[in-house]
């Protein structure tokens, strides 16, 4: 029963040392590095291995943790058991394209998703349903404070070390933990709102934790903090806050305000387009359709996705591939094919349905780090679209990003005196 | 990649599969929160002891391009109520028992409840001393026949001493500025207004967020164009209200007084 560690930096600076030693059943701890530690650094139980050596060492580990995006293909190519990512702030080539889009992946896979970024956390917690915020409600910790929170539990790390113990021992989902913490989250913001009054972004974050928990009062927070919003002199706050009160009202199954709503939001050609569709929805008797393309363009992925749930019809189908694809979850989009013979139809279209079944089986492979077989999947979509070749050429890119941040840990490694082990990026 | 190459992919075909619940309420036809066409301008002015003024003038002018009116009393004591009954497009008529206008935000949003229970489409905000310029209501039904701003703001003129000229300079130059008088109503929208006593927003704030359109388009303010004794009760009756300048400004109720004020003659646009 093994745990990998596929870090962003040094063990001595890795931020999640006392949460992966209270992990104590799940020993050894293979911790991914190219440098050595000095001895008295490096507890008993904590094993360094390079990126090349890992899959001889540990294979199908019990638990896989990834802190750096970059990594999390690596990581699934071991098939663990369970894969964490935790994701700290200012990791390395931080939001990055390529490291927007390994953390994409991160979210797909890891049975658990945490971040130290509370509005990275909550871009999440819209597409998936265990992700927790690695710190703590009442304060941001400085630098310094994080240091100190190495001592003393922070209650995040006790939610987290409860919800990963449960998730290795009983297979329990960790959605407790979740939700656990969000309650926590809006008594943090409604005591800041009592003591400041209606803020625009105290009102504003408790009204999306009270949504997130289909709490009651989520509405008239949004509304106070949208008119503060406007107050204030913020232009655009039409469509960053207002345009919420739709997905609050669907969420509610309050689909005409709902509509109301978005109608106010769309000001754009491409949003008036989208307005009129969710109003022919509506008026066809297609409510959950109406109501989950409002959740979609609140970016509630989770529940709008929810909002399908056993709806087989072609429009729904229809509806429910086309945003799994467009939200990276090709294993799903691909189950969802096969299910609802959209393959068949993909082969009537001819060529580009064709093309896109052989880019899904691609994308679905690499995202487990089955490279082999991606490439051949995008080998074959390339004899229909010659631009398939150029997934080919991004993985090249990809090996390179890695070979940067482990340079960028090896470099970190040494100006604190640790031992280069091995030097060799490849 | 895929994403992208799917961008022409798109549900078109409305084939009706599973209903939901919540079909049966949805239905009936959503009405569009803009419409290009079609759409119905009620006005709405808040009146107190208009006699021997100008609300004649006013709702006269209204009847001619508003499909209907609302009208809130502020507990007149003379014939107000009489005169606003004698034009048929009054659809609502409210009359106070007790006067708010030392509380306006109250009256105001009262005239905003009591106005969209007409379910306009647009609402435009005049008082019992306001007159149209002819552009302005030529352009009327265009401006609110579109779907692409929610709000029109004009440029009002103070007229002083008289029906020829307005008034103009430091203290008196509204005309300078846009003054936003008629919106697009928005079921549903927020429409709270500032807890003010005196000089209230006429529309509620939350509308200014909405994209609007600016006009040149003129609107004649007829509040101080009477004589000298109807300027000087107004001053007595600012100074009375807002004796320490809270809602509005000292050195302007100051000014009410001024023997020479600069005045520019106004000339109807062509």
């Keep these: 029963m093994s745990c990998v560690v596929f870090p962003h930096v040094s063990w001595s600076q890795f931020p999640y040392r006392k949460i992966m030693l209270d992990l104590r059943a799940r020993q050894p701890i293979f911790y991914v590095t190219d440098t050595l530690p000095e001895w008295e650094l490096l507890p008993n139980i904590v094993k360094p291995v390079t990126a090349e050596a890992v899959a001889l060492e540990c294979r199908r580990p019990a638990l896989a943790i990834v802190t750096h995006p970059y990594w999390i293909e690596k990581a699934a190519s071991l098939h663990p058991e369970r894969l964490l990512a935790l994701i700290p702030d200012n990791t390395f080539e931080e939001y990055s394209e390529l490291w927007k889009s390994r953390l994409a992946h991160c979210v797909l896979i890891a049975d658990l998703f945490g971040s130290e970024s509370e509005s990275l956390y909550l871009e999440q917690a819209f597409k998936k349903e265990a992700v927790l915020l690695l710190r703590d409600a009442d304060h941001l910790p400085s630098e310094g404070q994080r240091e100190s929170m190495q001592g003393s539990s922070a209650e995040f790390e006790v939610l987290l070390r409860q919800a990963v113990s449960k998730l290795l021992t009983d297979n329990v989902s960790p959605v407790w933990a979740t939700a656990l913490q969000q309650h926590t989250l809006v008594q943090h913001y409604s005591e800041i709102r009592k003591a400041v009054g209606p803020h625009e972004t105290a009102s504003f974050l408790l009204a999306v934790y009270e949504y997130l928990l289909k709490l009651p009062d989520a509405a008239s927070h949004l509304l106070e903090s949208f008119l503060h919003a406007q107050q204030s002199g913020r232009e655009d706050c039409i469509r960053t806050h207002y345009r919420f009160l739709s997905a609050i009202h669907a969420q509610n199954d309050e689909l005409r305000e709902a509509i109301d709503a978005y109608g106010v939001t769309a000001l754009s050609a491409d949003d008036r387009l989208r307005y009129e569709r969710i109003c022919e929805y509506a008026e066809n008797g297609r409510a959950d359709l109406a109501a989950a393309w409002l959740l979609r363009e609140n970016d509630d992925l989770v529940g709008a996705l929810a909002r399908l749930h056993g709806a087989y019809d072609s429009e729904a189908t229809d509806l429910k591939y086309r945003w799994l694809v467009e939200s990276s979850r090709w294993e799903e989009a691909l189950a969802l094919s096969g299910a609802a013979g959209i393959s068949g139809k993909a082969e009537k279209r001819g060529h580009p349905g064709i093309r896109d079944e052989r880019l899904l089986n691609g994308y679905a492979r690499k995202l487990r780090g089955d490279r082999h077989e991606a490439i051949r999947f995008f080998l074959e979509a390339a004899e229909l679209d010659q631009d398939a070749i150029g997934l080919i050429a991004r993985i090249k890119s990809e090996d390179a990003a890695i070979a940067r941040l482990r340079r960028n840990m090896l470099e970190t490694g040494e100006s604190e005196g640790l031992t280069v082990v091995n030097g060799d990026d490849g | ?270």
């Excluded at chain 2, 509620?204 to 007829?222: E, I, Q, S, W």
């Excluded at chain 2, 807002?242 to 007084?257: M, T, V």
């Design chain 2, 1 to 270: 990649m895929l994403t992208e190459m799917m961008g022409s992919r798109s549900a078109t075909d409305l084939k009706a599969g599973s209903e939901s619940s919540e079909a049966a309420v949805a239905r009936a036809t959503i009405r569009r929160v803009r419409r290009r066409s079609g759409n119905k301008l009620t006005a709405m002015l808040q009146v107190r002891n208009e006699r021997g003024k100008y609300l004649t003038q006013v709702l006269e002018q209204l009847s001619g391009f508003v499909d209907e009116l609302v009208i809130v009393d502020d507990a007149s004591e003379d014939d107000t109520v009489a005169l606003c009954r004698k034009f048929p497009k009054v659809a609502r008529l409210v009359e106070l028992p007790r006067p708010l206008f030392g509380e306006e935000w109250k009256l105001r949003s009262l005239l905003w409840q009591v106005a969209s229970t007409t379910e306009p489409d647009w609402l435009l905000s005049v008082d019992a001393d306001e007159l149209y310029e002819d552009r302005a209501i030529s352009a009327m039904r265009p401006l609110i026949d579109q779907d692409q701003y929610d709000w029109v703001s004009f440029r009002f003129h103070d007229f002083w001493n008289g029906l020829t000229h307005y008034r103009d300079d430091e203290h008196w130059n509204i005309h300078r500025r846009q003054t936003m008088t008629l919106v697009r109503y928005l079921p549903g929208f927020p429409c709270l207004y500032p807890q003010w006593d005196h000089h209230v927003p006429r529309l509620p704030l939350a509308y200014a967020a909405l994209p609007g359109r600016l006009t040149d388009f003129r609107v004649k303010h007829l509040g101080w164009a009477g004589d000298w004794e109807s300027k000087l009760a107004k001053y007595h009756r600012y100074k009375a209200l807002d004796p320490e300048g809270k809602w509005g400004s000292l050195a302007q109720y100051e000014s009410i007084l001024d023997l020479n004020p600069k005045l520019t003659e106004w000339t109807e646009a062509t």
